[in-house]
């Protein structure tokens, strides 16, 4: 049983970084999920997958592993790099192109 350690994105509908500050271990998916026959639902008989686990921090999350005898892999986070973009550049004189309605 492999687990993931990694630090969530923001989610689209945020424009904070709230949530996205801890760490979670999930569970690879060790069965695949079936279609059931009747209603159309899927499924799985994989009881870890809807096992999340939050940590403060990266270490606190290695370490926990380590203690379970968890196999795990990180992935690092892609840090967005923010552009400072004012109003008033809209109508700066040496833009590129002209600004029109």
Not at 7 to 12: F, G, T, Y
Not at 64 to 87: F, M, T
Request: net charge positive; aromatic share 10%.
């Amino acid at each position: 049983m492999t687990a993931r350690i990694f630090r969530p994105a923001k989610n689209a509908m945020q424009s904070g970084q709230g949530k996205s500050k801890h760490w979670v271990l999930v569970f690879e998916p060790e069965a695949p999920r079936e279609i059931d026959p009747l209603m159309g639902y899927t499924s799985s008989t994989d009881m870890a997958s809807q096992i999340k686990l939050r940590f403060d921090s990266l270490e606190e999350a290695e370490s926990y592993a380590k203690r379970k005898g968890i196999e795990y892999v990180v992935q690092q986070p892609h840090d967005v790099e923010r552009k400072k973009v004012a109003y008033a550049d809209n109508f700066r004189s040496d833009r590129k192109a002209p600004w029109t309605h």
